[in-house]
């Protein structure tokens, strides 16, 4: 079928020209004239021919097209990304004296408040942690300008002109702040980032610690 060019965005791919290369079956010379196993043939190479147009119109590898189930099933036989809950959990711990209110926790004992949450990915979320980790036009190479144009393709609902300026990377260490400027702190996926920077979901180098902090009011 029809391959793939990695580098090439997928709306690309929506209208693919018929295939028309034919790998039909035939008959041995001797039996040409045999007018029952002709009409066999015939039938085989018409239902393959059917077979392979419906498979074709499927354009399983452009996975912007699939949704739900179909879509778990692309990520994750063709570029192996299984569709994850994003889980956080955050344990407070509190003791000491002068530190609560009187009567809400003796002196020299402790108390844990426990926060968490679960979020299921959409399909729209998933076509982005699908997106970040299969894109390779940016190249192999972790550099700021290219944390920059992912970060800015995923914060965004299309690619055209990236302002790398309304991102502000800050490496100190081996922690990266990442900072929204702009309009990028409206992002309708800027918790979802969060999210995938904390769960590890989308691909960055591990010797790295990434986090996501905004700024307001600038």
């Not at 498979?55 to 452009?62: D, G, Q, T, V």
């Not at 990304?81 to 003791?95: C, F």
């Amino acid at each position: 079928m029809t391959s793939v060019l990695w580098g090439t965005e997928m709306s690309d791919y929506v209208n693919i020209p018929p295939y028309t290369h034919k790998l039909y079956m035939y008959l041995y010379l001797q039996w040409k004239e045999d007018e029952n196993l002709n009409a066999f043939v015939n039938v085989h190479n018409e239902t393959t021919d059917r077979y392979l147009d419906e498979i074709r119109k499927l354009n399983i590898p452009n996975y912007k097209t699939k949704n739900g189930k179909f879509l778990d099933y692309v990520a994750k036989n063709l570029y192996g990304i299984s569709r994850k809950p994003l889980l956080n959990a955050q344990t407070i711990v509190e003791m000491g004296i002068n530190i609560d209110d009187p009567n809400t926790i003796s002196p020299n004992d402790a108390k844990i408040l426990s926060n968490s949450f679960r979020h299921e990915i959409t399909d729209i979320e998933f076509k982005k942690i699908i997106e970040w980790n299969v894109y390779r036009e940016d190249g192999f190479h972790f550099t700021i300008p290219w944390l920059k144009r992912r970060l800015y393709r995923f914060l965004s609902y299309n690619s055209g002109d990236m302002d790398m300026n309304s991102i502000s990377i800050v490496a100190e260490n081996r922690k990266i702040t990442i900072m929204l400027l702009n309009d990028l702190q409206k992002s309708p996926y800027r918790e979802l980032l969060k999210g995938v920077l904390l769960n590890k979901t989308i691909n960055l180098p591990f010797m790295f610690e990434f986090e996501l902090e905004d700024i307001v009011n600038v």
